[in-house]
Nanobody
Framework: QVQLVESGGGLVQVGGSLSLSCVASKLPFNYPMGWFRQAPGNEREFVAAITWSGGSTIYADFVKGRFTISIDNARNTVHLQMNSLKPEDTAVYYC?????????????????WGQGTQVTVSS
């Protein structure tokens, strides 16, 4: 079983930036990793995903141009750099790993989940 631990969440003003990190207990060799988020009263939604090699990425339309996902294989860590944050970005952000990744379908369905980290964007 893979354990995922997120960090970097917090309170930021509109237009600000935050960088989230997720450390895996074991290197998810040749498996994808990604980020999801869930706002109060809403369903959990996909944010971004990346292959283990870092050679392919998928982004939700609402974060394209603002968020960047990256992976550091040596440190078993995936990052999410979030810029130009908006109030609607407020949510609990969850790290995820393994599962199925499809560039053609713009779809990532993970197997393992972290506990989440709160991101609050205030106006």
């Amino acid at each position: 079983q893979v354990q995922l631990v997120e960090s970097g969440g917090g309170l930021v003003q509109v237009g600000g930036s935050l960088s989230l990190s997720c450390v895996a207990s074991k290197l998810p060799f040749n498996y994808p990793m990604g980020w999801f988020r869930q706002a109060p009263g809403n369903e959990r939604e996909f944010v971004a995903a990346i292959t283990w090699s870092g050679g392919s990425t998928i982004y939700a339309d609402f974060v394209k141009g603002r968020f960047t996902i990256s992976i550091d294989n040596a440190r078993n860590t995936v990052h999410l750099q979030m810029n130009s944050l908006k109030p609607e970005d407020t949510a609990v952000y969850y790290c995820a790993s393994h599962g199925t990744y499809s560039s053609n379908r713009n779809s990532y369905k993970p197997t393992y989940w972290g506990q989440g980290t709160q991101v609050t964007v205030s106006s």
